[in-house]
């Protein structure tokens, strides 16, 4: 049987992009045992892009960009020309990868990416959480009237199936509670003031050197990275519609030593816990620094480890739970994506 | 649009038969909302059935067994002479659920129904673990020579969705290995013992009490039914062609308080752990009774809850863990392959 070719079109190319290139490259022939065919057509960035319809050679292109040099100075298809809109009219691509950079206020210039390709009855797989927090219904109403599907499982979590798991370990299910520990970094930093009693200070500082938490941490500390999570996989799995304005969020800031340790003599721990629960009907939703027993769950999840807990009608409580994280894990993600749904 | 109409058949219609039944007219409306009208067309056990083509009254007819009465009596559809052969001739129905008695020697009568169906062209989902631990690669090759599916997520944990995640959580990855709490009962005892300080023998009638443990327990304390788990899903997942006979399998009995509280001393708990594991290309699997620390995800799985873990090539780790189990889990579990498998 002839394997089904599916055409690609990247847009972004940092370290998610180049992630999902290389892993591309070392899953095609695991693929294309499985009768999957994958070749990129267009890979575009702000400025110019590469086309090939032959499919464009993402070894070799990784490796160009990785010494600095532009995409549209790509010998091989790269043109300065090349626009997103460009790409859009033309259509000779099945599925999009939107990995530009995020922005939350707007959902800029992703959601216009979003908006566009699933108008031309292109799927779209996103690691973008800037529009799926801002108008997850709208754009899932679109793909569904086009008949093309919506990936955005990178959105919260990266390795993490929390949409997945939504999806297909819960299939039939009615969802009735979110928990989760969704934020890494966070975890990463209360985990350094348990083990090893340093300061809130200290540990953000060490956290920071280990390039887990960013030089301007207020997003993952101020629990707001966590609340982005909660809202896409709420709206999406419990059918809310949830923003940021509708959310109680709480970060880690303020913590002490002393916090940790009296939690500790009751044989309790501090989680940054995102919770989304449907009460009469209604979602409530919430991000809260609080003590867990081990009675729960979330209680092992320890390092920059992030776990999801549901509450379900027809299969009573499911965990999932992962280690990892990074622009490969995210890029994973999208690949996931695409399997479950050309399936 | 109209809704896709899936005509079911049902065999065996004992706990978990009698459970999907009620899953089925509970979850009625809400299917029907996502597009989905199912429809029982057949009940059958060993002494006769009910047919009924235009859908059996599933509230009805376990309201009519359940006060000891006879499929074959009952007045809408009940008759003596329906049998499995006979409702395989017609074929009037799309999915057939195989419940009937397990038997991991011969994995008969299943094995028998599970194959007809398939040859006939007839989805099959299954909670019946001797036929798949016995003949998975044989059963899956017919069903997909027929472009028919095979659901066996109930075979490998009830709610705890494995299977599913094996599928589609690690869509895209090679899995590496399998780790995992995949009995509660021997979970629930090891527990007792540990909490409350119960010998082994104690422990284990506590747990008969309640009803978790069965009068003859060897296959579980031998850890003999964590194999059989193991082994459908390293088969399913990690394509080996492992049987009991491959196996080292070490169970619970011996184990004292003593072992049990050195352990705890240095932070360690005994668990009954399966691991399927690949090794320069070929899997090895062991059931084992070890001590396990805080850094393996396993340790916080407690009292009767059931747990995977995951090492693959590209999404790190995954943990699923759930805590239920029962039939109506099982039931639950069953109808979630349907979902996932129509969609």
Request: hydrophobic residues 40%; neutral net charge; charged residues 25%.
């Amino acid at each position: 049987m002839k394997n089904k070719v599916i055409k690609l079109a990247l847009i972004g190319f940092g370290n998610v992009g180049r992630a999902l290139a290389k892993l591309l490259v070392r899953k095609k022939k695991w693929l294309g045992k499985r009768g999957l065919d994958l070749s990129v057509t267009y890979v575009i960035s702000r400025k110019g892009g590469v086309y090939d319809l032959e499919g464009i050679d993402l070894d070799n292109l990784v490796s160009f960009v990785s010494t600095g040099q532009r995409l549209s100075e790509y010998s091989h298809g790269g043109t300065p020309d090349l626009s997103f809109d460009l790409m859009i009219k033309r259509g000779d691509f099945d599925t999009l990868f939107e990995m530009s950079p995020t922005d939350t206020e707007t959902g800029d210039p992703a959601r216009y990416h979003i908006t566009s390709a699933l108008e031309r009855g292109k799927n779209v797989i996103t690691a973008n959480k800037g529009p799926i927090l801002l108008k997850y219904a709208e754009l899932k109403e679109l793909a569904d009237s086009k008949g093309v599907f919506l990936g955005i499982g990178c959105t919260t979590g990266g390795s993490l199936p929390s949409i997945t798991a939504g999806i297909y370990d819960l299939a039939g299910a009615e969802i009735l509670s979110i928990e989760g520990i969704l934020n890494g970094t966070t975890n990463y930093i209360l985990n350094l003031m348990e083990n090893e009693g340093l300061s809130y200070e200290n540990a953000l500082k060490a956290t920071q050197d280990t390039g887990l938490a960013e030089s301007d941490p207020s997003k993952d500390v101020g629990g707001w990275d966590t609340a982005t999570k909660l809202i896409i996989l709420s709206n999406a799995l419990m059918n809310s519609d949830l923003s940021l304005d509708d959310i109680q969020v709480k970060g880690i800031q303020g913590i002490t030593p002393k916090d940790i340790q009296d939690a500790a003599k009751k044989g309790k721990r501090y989680k940054l816990i995102g919770k989304a629960e449907k009460i009469k009907g209604t979602v409530k939703a919430s991000v809260t620094l609080q003590t867990i027993g081990s009675d729960n769950f979330l209680f092992g999840i320890e390092g920059s480890g992030k776990a999801v807990l549901y509450q379900t009608d027809i299969f009573g409580e499911l965990l999932v739970a992962s280690s990892a994280s990074g622009p490969g894990y995210a890029a994973a993600s999208l690949l996931r994506d695409l399997i479950n749904n050309v399936k």
